[in-house]
């Protein structure tokens, strides 16, 4: 199908938390921003097991139905594209189900608590033929698509290393709750999972080429956490009559990575960094230049290539027309974009994987690939030693 043929694409909801209301704004933008596709999502149906949590996204964003089982979204006649944005532990299962339903879908990463759930989720997928998008958010700031095509046209010259760091302080706080966020039954990795997949993937995109071997090193910090009482999402509070409970995945993973394509790469995360807020950002060096950009100031790139490389530095370049979709966002250079916008963009991916059958959208292909380099990075981190990463398999993006 034509992205000039008007079309309607009818969308699901599962799970209403924060992550279900950027997916719903981001749908909601796309009709708006990139109305020249003549595609217009509309939201159908919302499910949430929480039935005040699935009546709010009624209201705010105007789904026609809600209900309190995804089984429902997956069944809906006028649903011809899901998101996923329920907890980790049932990304597998909803996600296989939407493939068997035949319905594409946008999920957060991890697609599930490990390798083997994944690779569930790359051949349900696979074997249906549904388009898919995993939420890589990063790879859609404007000032990174800039980078992406700075480095593939050979303005650094050819790569050499990879600087990589997702350092953050939301759970800075001691006291602050042991939610699911700290099982390893129900979130799996700590922050190999949470914040250094997108570092993985970023790495990988920048790169052109997959990570083909680590070593690695863990830590938790804080091992143990008040237990949590009454609230949901972002808003648990803690329940003081309770013992504290243990935190089960890591706090804190240094990586180091060979690509396969001789790139050298150096990852960092922690999720208590005092003084981090997103502090989320990556170096690309090369033989005759170095890129350089940070999540905190996403609407600006770092610069330094031919012919004042060797002279004057880093360039400091802000997002303008250059720069990926910034254009249907903004008029011009220092009216930035925000982090939805980012959401509204990926989305858009998606919504084009779909219409035309081209798989745009950072894939579950993709999200495999990262989950591998986790388990690689766990496994290097228990044993002291290198652990090998296998290759990627069905319909990466990264290395286009």
């Not at 000032?143 to 790569?159: F, M, N, T």
Request: proline residues 5%; glycine residues 10%.
């Amino acid at each position: 199908m034509s992205l000039n043929e008007p079309t309607r694409l009818g969308i699901g909801l599962i799970s209403a938390g924060w992550m279900g209301r950027l997916h719903s704004r981001a749908y909601l933008a796309i009709a708006d921003k990139y109305a020249d596709w003549g595609v217009r999502p509309e939201l159908v149906i919302v499910a949430d097991p929480v039935a005040a949590n699935a009546a709010a996204a009624q209201r705010q964003f105007g789904y026609r139905e809600t209900t309190s089982d995804y089984r429902d979204v997956l069944a809906h006649p006028a649903v011809d594209a899901v998101s996923i944005c329920a907890p980790n532990y049932l990304h597998r299962e909803f996600a296989v189900a939407a493939a068997a339903a035949g319905k594409p879908f946008w999920i957060e990463k991890p697609m599930g608590l490990g390798v083997a759930e994944a690779a569930d989720v790359v051949a349900a997928a696979e074997s249906a033929g549904v388009m898919t998008c995993v939420g890589f958010t990063y790879r859609h700031a404007p000032a990174v698509e800039y980078a992406k095509q700075l480095v593939s046209g050979g303005a650094v010259g050819r790569v050499t290393n990879i600087r990589c760091k997702f350092d953050a302080d939301y759970s800075a706080d001691p006291c602050g709750a042991r939610t699911w966020r700290f099982e390893r039954a129900k979130a799996g990795a700590g922050v190999l999972g949470d914040l250094l997949s997108h570092g993985f993937d970023l790495a990988q995109y920048l790169a052109g080429a997959p990570v083909a071997a680590v070593s690695a090193l863990t830590e938790t910090f804080i091992r143990e956490r008040p237990a949590p009482g009454v609230g949901t999402g972002h808003n648990v509070q803690v329940d003081d009559s309770a013992p504290p409970l243990p935190v089960e995945n890591e706090d804190y993973a240094a990586v180091l990575a060979q690509f396969s394509n001789g790139v050298v790469g150096t990852f960092e995360s922690t999720r208590v960094g005092i003084g981090a807020r997103c502090d989320y950002g990556i170096e690309v060096h090369g033989t005759a230049g170095a890129i350089s950009w940070n999540f905190e100031r996403m609407n600006e790139i770092a610069i330094c290539s031919p012919p004042s490389a060797r002279d004057y530095g880093y360039t400091r370049e802000m997002s303008d027309a250059r720069f990926g979709d910034f254009a249907r966002f903004q008029p011009g250079a220092g009216m930035g974009l925000s982090f939805d916008d980012l959401k509204a963009i990926e989305g858009s991916r998606f919504v084009r994987s779909v219409v035309t059958g081209e798989q745009v959208a950072a894939s579950v292909a993709d999200a495999f690939a990262t989950q591998r380099i986790a388990a690689a990075a766990e496994a290097a981190a228990a044993s002291g030693a290198w652990a090998v990463v296998p290759p990627p398999v069905g319909r990466t993006t990264f290395d286009r």
